[in-house]
Structure formats: structure tokens, C-alpha cells
């Protein structure tokens, strides 16, 4: 790939884990910022997405926000890669889905245990949740699948390294099983 590629993340229902798994990488970090140039992602705080190569995304759709950023991904992203199971099949915030939304906010706000000063937040700030958690495939196309809770440092290594080198990616089988 001529130029340093452009890589893009956004955590949307996740727990920030799956990037915490990209630090993982350690010192070889130092060897990617060579090849990449970081877009919007929190590693950098830049908060509007640009024209990049590739877009990974941690967490499923939970909430209208999460529906935009989304969207303004795939609009600028050549490739968007559901980056952990959140993002490949909603994971632990999908476990809501089992229940009415509304059931699940008076449990959370007004019913539940502990509960002081009942009340569901209404305030226009926050962003509108949606009905059901959404695995993001189901919201817009999606490249590339990295499953895991989170994925291996190394499995991200290896699709970054084998994507910007321009090879078929494919992974030994020590990054991908999950026993
Ligand atoms: Fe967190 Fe696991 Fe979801 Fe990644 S896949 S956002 S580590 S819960």
C-alpha cells in the first residue's frame, strides 16, 4: 500500500475493552504508527471521521448515536471491520434484548434495588435508546469480522499487518479459537 494507510475506531455499545486489546500490542505500537496514520479514535480525541482506508469498530447499536456514527463510518471508511463481539453480535449489551426496553429502564431507574430518586432520565443530551441492541452487520455492510471478547492483540495485529501489506487475511490457529 503506497502512503502511510488511515485507520479510524469508534467504541459504540462496548466497554472499551476491544481497544484496550489494540494497546496490547505493546511496543510494536511504535512499528505501526510507521505505516498508519490515526483518524478519529480515542486514541487521538479527533471527533469527526475523515477519508480513511480502514474503520474498526468496537460495540453493537444500542442508541440513535450510535446509529450516526455508524452510518458516518461507513461513509468514509474503505473498510469497516466489526472489531469483538459486541460488534459482531451485539454481546453483553444485546442481553437487554430479552426484555421490553421500557422494563428494562424501570428496573434500571425506578424499581430496581438501591434505586434513590426514581426517575428515567429524559433529558435531551442523551442519546434516544433504540427498542433492541443491534450486532452492527445488521445496521450497515460490514468487511471483516474479528470475534472475540476482546480480540487477541495479536489477532488485531495480524489483520492490520496483513491488511496493510495487502495480503489475504488469515490467522494461525492460536488466535482464533476462544476455549
Ligand atoms: Fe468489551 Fe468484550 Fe464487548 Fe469488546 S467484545 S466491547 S471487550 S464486552
Not at 485507520?7 to 484496550?20: E, I, K, Q, V
Not at 452492527?136 to 476482546?150: A, M, N
Amino acid at each position: 500500500m503506497l502512503g502511510k494507510l488511515k485507520l479510524a475506531t469508534a467504541s459504540l455499545a462496548g466497554c472499551f475493552g476491544c481497544h484496550m486489546s489494540f494497546l496490547d500490542i505493546d511496543e510494536r505500537i511504535l512499528e505501526l504508527v510507521d505505516v498508519v496514520e490515526f483518524d478519529r479514535t480515542p486514541l487521538t480525541d479527533i471527533k469527526t471521521v475523515g477519508e480513511c482506508d480502514v474503520g474498526l469498530i468496537e460495540g453493537g447499536v444500542a442508541n440513535e448515536e450510535n446509529v450516526e456514527v455508524l452510518r458516518d463510518f461507513r461513509r468514509h471508511c474503505k473498510v469497516l471491520v466489526a472489531l469483538g463481539a459486541c460488534a459482531v453480535n451485539g454481546g453483553i449489551p444485546a442481553m437487554r434484548n430479552q426484555f421490553e426496553l421500557e422494563d428494562c429502564l424501570r428496573e434500571s431507574y425506578v424499581d430496581g434495588i438501591g434505586v434513590a430518586n426514581p426517575g428515567i432520565p429524559n433529558d435531551p443530551e442523551i442519546p434516544l435508546l433504540l427498542n433492541k441492541v443491534h450486532p452492527i452487520h445488521e445496521v450497515e455492510k460490514i468487511d471483516y469480522f474479528l470475534p472475540g471478547c476482546p480480540p487477541s492483540a495479536d489477532t488485531i495485529w495480524t489483520f492490520l499487518t496483513e491488511l496493510i501489506e495487502g495480503r489475504p487475511v488469515s490467522f494461525p490457529y492460536t488466535q482464533i479459537h476462544y476455549d
